[in-house]
C-alpha cells in the first residue's frame, strides 16, 4: 500500500509564492515518475508537473512553465513543487500522484495508480 500526504497550501496574493510538499510511503519503486496535478472548481483534473526519480527529467504543462519547478529529495522519499509568480488562474486544489507500475506516460491521470487527498492553494488578486 502506498501513501501520498501533500502539504504547504494557503492562500497567498497574486505574484507571490508557495512551496508545496509530497511525502510518499509504502512501495514506491525509486525510478518510477511522481507528478502534480490541480483541480479548480467545475474543472477537470489537469497535469502540472512531473518527474522521473532516477534520471532527474522533469515535464510541464504549458501555463506553469517557467513558474513551477518540481524536484525530488530521494532520501524522504520526497517531491516538491515550487511555485513562484502566482496568478489567480492558479488556485485549484493540488493533488500528488505516483506510479507503482511502469508505463510510458506521465501526462496523464489514468498514469498514476495512487493520489493524495490535495491540498489547497488560493491566489487573491
Known amino acids: 500500500q502506498v501513501q501520498l500526504v501533500e502539504s504547504g497550501g494557503g492562500l497567498v496574493q497574486a505574484g507571490g509564492s508557495l512551496r508545496l510538499s509530497c511525502a510518499a510511503s509504502?512501495?514506491?519503486?525509486?525510478?518510477?515518475?511522481m507528478a502534480w496535478f490541480r483541480q479548480a472548481p467545475g474543472k477537470e483534473r489537469e497535469f502540472v508537473a512531473a518527474i522521473k526519480w532516477s534520471a532527474d527529467d522533469t515535464y510541464y504543462a504549458d501555463p506553469v512553465k517557467g513558474r513551477f519547478t518540481i524536484s525530488r529529495e530521494k532520501a524522504k522519499n520526497t517531491v516538491y513543487l515550487q511555485m513562484n509568480s502566482l496568478k489567480p488562474e492558479d488556485t485549484a486544489v493540488y493533488y500528488c500522484?505516483?506510479?507503482?507500475?511502469?508505463?510510458?506516460?506521465?501526462?496523464?491521470?489514468?498514469?498514476?495508480?495512487?493520489w493524495g487527498l490535495g491540498t489547497q492553494v488560493t491566489v487573491s488578486s
Open positions: 500522484a505516483v506510479q507503482t507500475a511502469l508505463r510510458l506516460g506521465v501526462r496523464g491521470k489514468n498514469d498514476y495508480d495512487y
Open positions: 509504502g512501495r514506491i519503486f525509486s525510478n518510477y515518475p
